[in-house]
Nanobody, 115 residues
Framework: QVQLVESGGGLVQTGGSLKLTCVAS????????MDWYRQAPGKMREKVAT???????HYLDVVKGRFTISKDNAKTTLYLQMNNLKPEDTAIYYC?????????WGQGTHVTVSS
């Protein structure tokens, strides 16, 4: 059974930083493409960053240069370093991966950026 558990969210001022963590279990983490998504109040969930098994990364345009996705295979942990945060980054952040043709989601972690 795949389990994804996020943490690291919180309240931060504009310009601040947070590092989100997603601990994964029940899957061959090293070989998976892993994603971070976010969903702001009243908006659709959007993909923020992708880390492929070969190390290739992709980012939503509005977070490029501010967010960095990374992972530690030994700890089966995915990270999202978020710098220079803006009020529009306020959302619930989820890690996700495709497993057995089904997207597996964590429970999410709340990020609030005050102006």
């Amino acid at each position: 059974q795949v389990q994804l558990v996020e943490s690291g969210g919180g309240l931060v001022q504009t310009g601040g930083s947070l590092k989100l963590t997603c601990v994964a279990s029940g899957l061959n983490f090293e070989y998976r493409t892993m994603d971070w998504y976010r969903q702001a109040p009243g908006k659709m969930r959007e993909k923020v960053a992708t880390l492929m098994a070969d190390g290739e990364t992709h980012y939503l345009d509005v977070v490029k240069g501010r967010f960095t996705i990374s992972k530690d295979n030994a700890k089966t942990t995915l990270y999202l370093q978020m710098n220079n945060l803006k009020p529009e980054d306020t959302a619930i952040y989820y890690c996700a991966t495709l497993w057995s043709n089904v997207v597996q989601w964590g429970q999410g972690t709340h990020v609030t950026v005050s102006s």
